[in-house]
């Protein structure tokens, strides 16, 4: 009797093992559009043995832990070259503003009307005394500064442009900032015992819209607590503490220590949108 116990007592842990990784299962396909899932696995361990007529037998399996199927060097890589891509796509856009600032490819660019100007003054050294000449000098000169007065004034309000959408880029990383450390609050409250895998993934996902906005750089803690710090090594979250980000009067981006202390960072981004 012990022995056929023993059976059923293995066979009952391996369906209910069995069963968990079901579940599983079920939980991966209910996120296979989810672009910020990782894929989760069940990691069996062999239950403890008995001694039994001066042998050891196995009791059966059960389900250790729901692991994440993550490659985290792969994800750091990543979350690094998304950084930098939006940084130069955020440049493509400012250089296409630009550029049709200038048109080049019009009859109103300034190299036409800076080339109208010195072929009126080449007229001019012909003939000095000729009306029409002095009047076509006058006029192109006239049309040169309102072509050069309207570039200054459009690359003002695009300057103007630029500095909103970095305030509104350092607004986003500060809320983003306080949500990662609120998800670090509570992988560290329920990983007493098992791995927090959904709240993990949804950490990850802010990471990643942190690092399009500035370049970032992550370190797991051994709690599982996450460390995010940027601009070469200026902590945004250390654990459940955020530091935040402002700008200043003159524009310029400042981060702000839990000391009080400030320290102008504006050089140090290389990535993301504000740095591009």
Do not use: C
Not at 11 to 21: D, E, N, P, R, V
Not at 203 to 216: C, Q, Y
């Amino acid at each position: 009797m012990a022995g056929i116990s023993s059976t059923l007592s293995i066979s009952k842990t391996a369906i209910a093992t069995q069963q968990y990784g079901l579940n599983i299962t079920g939980q991966n396909i209910a996120n296979v559009n989810n672009p910020d899932y990782s894929v989760q696995n069940a990691d069996h361990i062999s239950r403890k043995p008995l001694a039994y007529a001066g042998f050891l037998f196995g009791t059966g399996v059960d389900m250790n832990q729901v692991e994440q199927s993550v490659d985290k060097l792969l994800e750091a890589r990543l979350n690094k070259e998304q950084s930098t891509q939006a940084s130069f796509a955020d440049q493509e856009s400012y250089m296409r503003v630009l550029e049709g600032f200038f048109d080049e490819n019009s009859d109103t660019s300034i190299s036409s009307v800076l080339t109208e100007f010195w072929n009126a003054w080449h007229d001019i050294s012909d003939n000095p005394q000729g009306s029409s000449e002095r009047v076509a000098v006058f006029e192109s000169g006239a049309k040169l500064a309102s072509r050069l007065e309207s570039s200054v004034l459009d690359m003002d309000g695009l300057l103007i442009d630029v500095n909103a959408d970095i305030r509104g880029a350092v607004q986003q990383v500060n809320e983003l900032t306080q949500k990662i450390a609120d998800l670090n609050q509570d992988v560290l409250s329920a990983e007493i015992h098992r791995t927090a895998n959904d709240q993990r993934d949804q950490r990850n996902a802010l990471i990643k819209e942190l690092g399009k906005l500035v370049d970032v750089q992550t370190i797991e803690q051994s709690n599982g607590a996450m460390v995010v710090s940027a601009a070469n090594g200026y902590s945004l979250v250390n654990g459940v503490d955020t530091y935040s980000l402002s700008i200043q009067s003159d524009n310029r981006v400042v981060w702000q220590g839990s000391a009080g202390t400030k320290q102008d960072i504006t050089d140090k981004i290389s990535a993301g949108r504000i740095g591009g």
